[in-house]
């Protein structure tokens, strides 16, 4: 079994920057995804960008050039870097391991 905890969350103003960390523990595959989904009070979760094992990355056009992902696979640890942060941002934000085991969440909060 898999576990995922999310820590990095907090509030920020306009502008502003946040890592996030997902960190995963447990009967972990050699090789694995981990997928970054957010939602929004009120909508539905949406997806972020997803990391590869080799590293390669995809993001949604929402913050491309905004946010950076990497992973240290000796401790199982992706980070997602959050640049000039908007309120839009605002969100609960998920890490996944292969889209299927979730964690519970990091609240950030973008505001003035």
């Known amino acids: 079994q898999v576990q995922l905890v999310e820590s990095g969350g907090s509030s920020v103003q306009p502008g502003g920057s946040l890592r996030l960390s997902c960190a995963a523990s447990g009967s972990i595959s050699s090789i694995y995804n981990i997928y970054w989904y957010r939602q929004a009070p009120g909508k539905q979760r949406e997806w972020v960008e997803h990391i590869t094992w080799g590293g390669g990355a995809a993001f949604a056009e929402s913050v491309k050039g905004r946010f950076t992902v990497s992973r240290d696979n000796a401790k199982n640890t992706v980070y997602l870097q959050m640049n000039s942060l908007k309120p839009e941002d605002t969100a609960v934000y998920y890490c996944?391991?292969?889209?299927?085991?979730w964690g519970q969440g990091t609240q950030v909060t973008v505001s003035s």
């Open positions: 996944s391991y292969n889209g299927v085991v």
